[in-house]
């Protein structure tokens, strides 16, 4: 049987069918300034990302200091203004992104590399 922990450690409960997610979790991903799916976000983040083919991963160029790509979920972890996280097929962060026409897309991640700011 699984035991949820207290806040103070002791007296753990068991859990009984589902546990029921707070309001303040499943509200999560509208705490950002920009609506969800807005042209606004979805500038923000064509502005901010550069996918590297090769790698097949997506490159951060506003953090110059990540040595390393995100792949597709983190991607849409990280891109929950554009698209809740869960979304799937279409409707996900990394598919507006793949699908937008102004999407910076590179062969090499020394190209990638070159185009952070």
């Given at each position: 049987m699984r035991m949820r922990k207290t806040l103070n450690g002791k007296n753990p409960k068991?859990?009984?069918?589902?546990?029921?997610?707070?309001?303040?979790?499943?509200?999560s991903w509208k705490?950002?300034?920009m609506k969800v799916g807005?042209?606004?976000?979805?500038n923000a983040m064509l502005d901010r990302y550069v996918y590297v083919i090769?790698?097949?991963?997506?490159?951060?160029?506003?953090?110059t200091y990540a040595t390393y790509g995100m792949k597709g979920r983190q991607f849409n972890k990280?891109?929950?203004?554009v698209a809740p996280f869960g979304s799937r097929g279409v409707h996900?962060?990394?598919a507006i992104f793949q699908n937008h026409p102004r999407a910076r897309k590179v062969r090499y991640c020394s190209e990638a590399k070159q185009m952070r700011r």
């Open positions: 068991p859990l009984r069918g589902k546990t029921v997610a707070t309001k303040e979790k499943d509200e705490r950002g300034k807005s042209e606004e976000a979805i090769q790698d097949d991963e997506y490159y951060d160029t506003y953090d990280a891109n929950t203004s996900s962060a990394e």
